[in-house]
């Protein structure tokens, strides 16, 4: 790599804010992060961390009990949080798109996949219907749908869950957004069909130079993919690395204990396992969120939260006790 | 050799495929189609396949939860004459299971020790003051605080629902376990922590378990012999270490070269190719994988091979290898 190009999506200090049964709080805390184009960005955490919710903050879809309570998002440049709707909408799509990990709720039941695509495209291009169909199924094409003149005619129920997810990612891509968002792309299919379909995704943002945010629970599919990483816990980043920097050498201790507790079939010895549950998250310790269940946990980090900071060239991490570790 | 634990001879589970006002018969779904396998004493027996592949169908049929269409099943010396009826509660004392989804395996309108205790009262084991004694030896087994047994299970998370499941599954002294995906719903911190309970339980208990799992790493990690299943039968099954050292089957071989490495330096140079996936309703004929697979010659589509045993002490059915 020479220069790096500037980056296609830009967040700084992003808070999302639910109110809820518990009141309100932030299932999203000090978020930044930036996605050059072409390259690829893990966001891998536990149920509850907050991935699935920054995912839907960066397009704007937050459900109505969340908000963004502070922060900026900007997608190729342009602040994307203080568009009006219709503006977003214009750019959704066509600059910033997202896939789904179940393309069964995300595709209209009611149109053909082909009527899908198209209607995206139309809405993006000054298109007629013709050449909108064609380029559907130019996209259908692309994500090596089997048979896509006919597929396109199809509707999702009539699919595969693998071929539901190419149809998902031919409706994302079909007008080469600059940043994909993937939300647990893969973890819906099966190991066969997620290997196909992860090199898919990689082969066209090759192609098209396209920026992806993938988040994920399972660290194998980042292993696979990621340029980067970012490494969230109740809500926060505690550890930011390029990939090769995560897998060789984690920092912060939940890191490494996600790394010791995935099974990896090598002798009979006992997973190292992570000690108690996720905080919840209108109940979260006072210092650091990972203190109570921390080996390493001092005075200091039951009382005090640690800031992240660069501790190593390019490897962030949020602890206190790593230097003493 | 003595006798294993388990065995099971041609099990099939077939389901009829109704259609029209007068729910005629028009075919059926062979899930599972002739299955065997052993398990001894202690040992776990992974089971490791694709979504449809029939190994949760499997599963439940050992366990008279679905009804199996044919098959030989012997526990422990017995012959389970019928797995639909009489012999079945009998057997169920043997033979426990814990399922995938420790939300809706659990009644939400029990307390903690009514679930636990409730294998004792349906088999009518012990005094009500036994029983009471046993839920409390049973919680403290599974790693459940005994404050906790008049709580609902929606006050539990789901690692500690999964263990709730695991103390029922063994109120009952069981010899074998049949674990479909326990660990799927949960998050790998807390995955890691059922897995070590199984593996304490099967040390001190000398438990064997049939270990369902979709998941290769879970299986490597938890079993000491692997059975492969594709559409409704078994293609390999193979000692742990030798199975993941080289796999026999092309099936299995594509299962572990899809698998990823958790190693960025090792990624696997993933082929974008498709597949028209054939699925049990429309099983291609002979090998059930050739449609799939690199090696398939003519015999593959016109003859199945059989699940035979291999010089190197591993049953494969496949033509070519």
Request: hydrophobic content about 40%; glycine content about 8%.
């Amino acid at each position: 790599m020479t220069t790096p190009a500037p980056p296609a999506l830009e967040v700084t200090n992003l808070n999302v804010r639910i109110r809820g049964d518990h009141g309100e709080f932030d299932v999203v805390a000090d978020m930044s992060f930036a996605a050059a184009p072409g390259e690829t960005l893990c966001i891998v955490g536990e149920s509850g961390c907050g991935k699935s919710m920054t995912a839907l903050a960066l397009l704007r879809l937050l459900p109505e009990a969340a908000r963004v309570a502070s922060g900026s998002i900007a997608v190729a440049g342009v602040d994307f949080l203080t568009l009006d709707q219709h503006r977003v909408e214009d750019m959704r799509g066509d600059d910033i798109a997202m896939i789904f990990q179940e393309p069964l709720t995300a595709l209209n039941p009611v149109l053909s996949i082909g009527e899908q695509i198209a209607e995206s495209v139309r809405q993006h291009r000054r298109l007629g219907r013709k050449s909108a169909w064609d380029h559907a199924v130019q996209a259908l094409r692309l994500v090596q749908m089997p048979d896509a003149e006919r597929r396109a005619h199809q509707f999702p129920h009539e699919l595969s869950g693998g071929m539901r997810q190419r149809a998902m990612i031919a409706l994302a891509l079909a007008c080469e957004p600059r940043v994909l968002v993937a939300d647990e792309p893969t973890t819906a299919l099966d190991v066969t069909i997620q290997a196909q379909i992860l090199g898919l995704i990689s082969d066209l943002q090759d192609k098209m130079g396209t920026a992806l945010v993938l988040i994920t629970h399972d660290l194998g599919v980042v292993s696979e993919v990621a340029d980067r990483v970012i490494v969230m816990y109740a809500g926060r980043k505690v550890e930011e690395a390029s990939v090769y920097d995560l897998f060789d050498d984690p920092i912060h201790p939940y890191t490494r204990g996600l790394m010791g507790a995935v099974p990896r079939g090598k002798g009979d010895a006992r997973l190292a396992d992570i000690p108690g549950t996720v905080p919840a998250l209108w109940d979260l310790p006072q210092g650091c969120a990972f203190a109570p269940r921390c080996p390493g946990a001092s005075a200091r980090c039951l009382s005090e939260r640690p800031p992240l900071v660069e501790k190593k060239p390019g490897h962030f991490a949020a602890c206190w006790e790593h230097d003493h570790v | 050799m003595s006798e294993p634990l388990l065995s099971v001879e041609d099990l099939k589970v077939h389901f009829p495929i109704r259609r029209g006002i007068l729910q005629r018969q028009v075919g059926e779904v062979k899930a599972v189609d002739g299955v065997g396998f052993s398990i001894g004493k202690g040992e776990t027996l992974g089971l490791v396949g694709e979504s449809g592949c029939g190994k949760s169908t499997t599963g439940l049929a050992l366990m008279g939860l679905v009804k199996a269409t044919a098959g030989r099943v012997r526990l422990a010396g017995e012959t389970v004459a019928d797995l639909n009826r009489a012999g079945l509660k009998r057997h169920r004392r043997r033979m426990q299971i814990v399922f995938q989804d420790p939300f809706s395996s659990l009644n939400p309108r029990q307390r903690v020790s009514d679930i636990i205790r409730a294998p004792l009262d349906i088999h009518n084991v012990g005094t009500p003051r036994e029983r009471r004694h046993k839920v409390a030896e049973l919680m403290g087994r599974v790693g459940l605080r005994p404050d906790q047994a008049d709580n609902f299970p929606h006050q539990f998370s789901g690692g500690q629902r999964q263990r709730i499941g695991i103390a029922r599954a063994l109120a009952l002294n069981p010899d074998l376990i049949v674990c479909d995906e326990p660990v799927s719903a949960l998050d790998v911190s807390v995955q890691a922590q059922i897995l070590n309970l199984l593996a304490d339980l099967q040390r001190d208990l000398g438990l064997s378990y049939l270990m369902i799992s979709h998941d290769l790493g879970v299986v490597e990690h938890v079993s000491h012999r692997v059975a492969v299943m594709y559409l409704g039968k078994i293609v390999e099954i193979a000692p742990k270490a030798r199975l993941f050292a080289q796999p026999g089957h092309p099936y299995t071989e594509l299962l572990l070269r899809s698998a990823p490495a958790l190693d960025p330096r090792a990624r696997r140079r993933y082929s974008a190719s498709h597949d028209d996936l054939p699925s049990a309703t429309n099983k291609p004929s002979g090998c059930p994988f050739h449609t799939r697979c690199p090696l398939a010659t003519p015999e593959c589509s016109a003859t199945e091979p059989a699940l035979t045993p291999r010089p190197d002490g591993r049953l494969l059915a496949c033509h070519h290898r």
